[in-house]
């Protein structure tokens, strides 16, 4: 009897209850279809090890990968009214908010801002989290921006703004649509100061957040085969009863007609932020005793 319960029982409970059963080893490239080994992927900062397709990344997986030895401080939101309008559809709105408040580690909204040095340069990074309610801006976003370009204006730091949105949030209405204006007179003041604004368009950035902060940088790079528009292909094609070439609102689609500077790779993007930011702020050094510089 010993040996089964102490012995035996265990052994069975511990091969039933196994925590890393299969699926949470290996993921499958929704582009190639290949099996992924997790932790490759996620080491890779979730691009696929075969095709290099870029998958959607949260927040705090990237924020590591952009700032100096991967230091960060993050900044909370500030507060705000919630659920204003008593809003509810198939379920009341403070309750989604909540549920998808306590699937995001405890953050308030759908966006994260944090600062820290990158290339040696306070930087403020603000980014909009798609996994919390389709990344929509309401007030808690649109606070949240202003709030990141407030600390860049203080301390004198360029704002970077990773885009990942539906667009404005449904369930707060007028008050939604009101924070596409509060977002633009917020990056105007960064430009104001003299500060660069930098965009990064991921996947997806539609609707009232690309008609308001996310296209009004100094310079727009986006991740490769993001999708990038205001209203989604299917709406379009149904309005202007025509095809859609191919790629259109993707990344690439949208830098060979001008709307985007440059498509970069997720593992090239600190860098080519660092040497951006760099150009942009950094006086230009003039040797005098170079003869380019006699000539000039
Ligand atoms: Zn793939």
């Known amino acids: 009897m010993n040996w089964l319960t102490n012995f035996v029982r265990p052994k069975l409970k511990a091969l039933i209850s196994r925590k890393e059963t299969p699926e949470t080893l290996w993921l499958k490239c929704p582009k190639c279809e290949q099996m992924l080994f997790m932790r490759d992927w996620e080491a890779n900062q979730q691009v696929c090890t075969h095709c290099g397709h870029h998958m959607r990344i949260k927040p705090m997986k990237r924020l590591p990968h952009l700032f100096d030895e991967g230091r960060f401080e993050q900044h909370a939101l500030p507060k705000v009214p919630v659920d204003p309008l008593k809003f509810r559809d198939t379920k009341r709105y403070d309750a989604k908010l909540k549920e998808a408040q306590s699937k995001s580690e405890g953050r308030s909204d759908a966006l994260v801002v944090a600062s820290g040095l990158m290339g040696n340069r306070t930087t403020v990074v603000a980014l909009l989290d798609f996994d919390f309610m389709g990344g929509s801006m309401g007030t808690a976003v649109g606070e949240g921006l202003v709030m990141a370009a407030e600390l860049a204006v203080a301390r004198k730091a360029p704002l970077i703004v990773f885009s990942a949105s ?3 949030r449904m369930q707060e209405g007028i008050l939604s649509l009101m924070q596409l204006t509060r977002t633009t007179i917020a990056v105007r003041k ?6 660069p604004y930098i965009v990064v368009l ?5 609707g009232g957040v690309s008609a308001s902060f996310a296209m009004l940088g100094d310079i727009h790079i986006a991740e490769p085969d993001a999708l990038i528009g205001f209203a989604g292909p299917r709406v379009i ?5 025509q095809e859609l070439p191919a790629g259109f609102q993707r990344a690439e689609y949208l830098l060979e007609h001008g709307m985007v500077d440059a498509v970069v790779h997720r593992h090239k993007l600190r860098e080519t932020l660092v040497r951006l930011v760099s150009l942009l ?3 230009l050094v003039v040797d005098t005793n170079s003869p380019v510089a006699a000539t000039a």
């Not at 094609?237 to 009863?241: E, G, H, K, L, V």
Request: proline share 9%.
């Open 166 to 168: 539906g667009g404005a």
């Open 237 to 241: 094609q149904d309005t202007i009863r």
């Open 281 to 283: 702020m950094d006086p």
């Open 190 to 195: 960064v430009k104001e100061a003299g500060l």
């Open 202 to 206: 991921t996947d997806p950035t539609t």
